[in-house]
């Protein structure tokens, strides 16, 4: 784990993971994990891409063990975009392949949209433009009652295929989470509540990877159907019977999906 100061003086960690051949000039792929996660959430694809990619993954602020904002710092998608810009220069990179799930999609989206020159792909699972339609303001109400840990375990199955991990896997999970200071998680979760940038999406020039859970209760399910037809150069894949966390469910997969993608479009690594 390293440890870099953005801009406005919040420090970040991030893990860097290269097992590429060394005489090589591995390409960057960075991962960016779901609000109420960690980078620690993609334990299981780092061996799996590793040996092609240099792999980058940061902990976004307030998460993890990233430093958490005080209530006076401002919170918004241009300062969680440039968290990623800053991240890019820290480690010399100019630009990288993108994979979110979530929150992370939408960041990586919205760096996508003002720094086209930094995003050489995008690979984002269950994240659409925005979580405006969703049940968060509802949601956060409940959590604040009952606690993040009680809340997500009372609706782990639209998070998580329980009956198809370990159940250790299941309450690791749950205890990650749990690590967010709510105060902070609550405006993340609003700030998402608050966005939509659908009409924008034509913008996205670089090739784009929708991948679309089957079996989610978290947004507007419609919205990966006006990305695919929107996004000018993107294909949707489906995940049949799949709840929304697919990164957690189906590393395996994902990981194949994306480097089926990426020899498609860009050449082997």
């Not at 918004?76 to 890019?88: F, G, I, Q, S, Y």
């Not at 049949?240 to 082997?268: K, N, Q, S």
Request: hydrophobic share 40%.
């Amino acid at each position: 784990m390293h440890k870099f100061k953005t801009s406005d003086g919040i420090e970040l960690a991030y893990y860097v993971d290269d097992n590429t051949k060394p005489w090589t000039k591995p390409e960057t792929i960075l991962l960016l994990h779901p609000a109420m996660g960690s980078a620690k959430r993609y334990f299981e694809w780092v061996p799996r891409l590793s040996p092609h990619y240099r792999v980058l993954r940061m902990d976004m602020r307030g998460h993890g063990a990233s430093q958490v904002p005080g209530a006076e710092s401002p919170l918004n998608m241009e300062r969680l975009v440039k968290d990623v810009t800053e991240l890019l220069d820290q480690v010399d990179c100019e630009s990288a392949h993108m994979a979110g799930t979530s929150a992370g999609g939408y960041i990586a989206q919205n760096t996508a949209l003002s720094h086209p020159d930094r995003v050489k792909s995008l690979l984002l699972f269950s994240s659409t433009p925005g979580l405006k339609q969703s049940m968060w303001p509802v949601w956060i109400k409940e959590v604040e009652k009952i606690g993040l840990r009680n809340w997500l375990a009372q609706n782990i199955a639209s998070r998580l295929p329980v009956d198809q991990l370990n159940p250790k896997h299941v309450e690791w999970f749950l205890d990650e989470a749990d690590r967010l200071d709510m105060n902070f998680g609550g405006r993340m979760v609003l700030l998402m509540s608050s966005l939509d940038w659908s009409d924008r999406l034509g913008e996205i020039r670089c090739p784009t990877l929708i991948a679309r859970p089957g079996a989610a209760n978290i947004g507007n399910e419609s919205a990966y159907e006006m990305m695919a037809e929107r996004i000018p150069d993107a294909q949707l894949v489906d995940y049949a019977g799949l709840p929304h966390h697919l990164t957690d469910a189906v590393p395996e997969r994902c990981v194949a999906d994306i480097m089926a993608f990426l020899r498609w479009r860009f050449g082997a690594p």
